[in-house]
């Protein structure tokens, strides 16, 4: 089976449920390459608050190739449209190599968008709407952006400027007849599943791990490099309570607790938007994040192989 036959593998879930990992034995098995669906693995320097774990792309000392993480400067305001575009471009270059892909990451809307395969389009800014809402609280800008789609998730709404330019977006698809699905991208994803007490336990161990490996050092360095407050703040969680911390807005304590619980929320933001999708008609066979390795192997190529019986596996 060439690699433009085979469907793209995804493993997908919420933070500190070790996708990467089992992505890369996965990939490993079938001679893959591993293409990143992280909206923060894509900024160099930013290593320890982002997860990156590079070193987890080494196995039994050979790396798995991998892609769309360190490909920009920490500062830039990566986008969905930006990603998809750099993803297909990866996706469709492996392919004529005779490469199969495995995507993996728990960036919600930016699986959905590969997934889906959305239109999207580069849009312009709107300074005449930019103007017209610039005495519109947060609170109106969100109602309003409300009555364009249905918000599952609060992603576009964290700070002024993504409202805006949520805003702008849709505007802009309503104004020109844009709709935002084409036809779907064949695939076959895993969703790693945890107990949610065990999750938790997961995302403040791995918090404290991070801590102590130097997760606050870097992002000194990142203000060191010249990226201002604001800058910092638009990367959220780690970046913006630790920006928080080394500017004086709040104590270490209050910044690790604020911190511990945003990290929480946001997985259980993660976990909402995967099971939107799948009221929305896609499939996620659960992977028991519980299981040692091999078991969660033999998991997803079980499932695999029922679906392309004529694969033959390393």
Known sequence: MGANEFPLICVVGPTATGKTRLAVAVAARLDAAVISADSRQVYRGMDIGTGKDLAEYMLDGKEIPHYLIDILEAGYEYNVFEYQRDFFKVYHALQQQGKPCVLCGGSGMYVESILK??????????????????????????????????????????????????????????????????????????????????????????????LQQGMVEEVQALMDKGLTKSQLMYYGLEYKYITMYLTHDCSYGEMVSKLETAIHQFAKRQETWFRHMERNGFHFHRIDGLLPMEEKLSQVFAVVQRELPCLSLK
């Open 117 to 210: 395969n959305y239109a999207l389009h580069e849009v312009p800014t709107n300074m005449a709407m930019r103007e017209a809402y610039a005495d519109k609280s947060m609170e109106e800008l969100t109602e309003i952006l409300k009555s364009y789609i249905h918000l599952h998730n609060n992603s576009d709404t964290e700070t002024r400027e993504r409202l805006l330019r949520a805003l702008e977006i849709q505007i802009y698809y309503r104004e020109h007849g844009i709709t935002q699905q084409r036809q779907l991208l064949p695939h076959i994803a895993f969703y790693m599943a945890f107990p949610r007490p065990v999750l938790r336990e997961r995302i403040s161990l791995r918090l404290r791990e991070r």
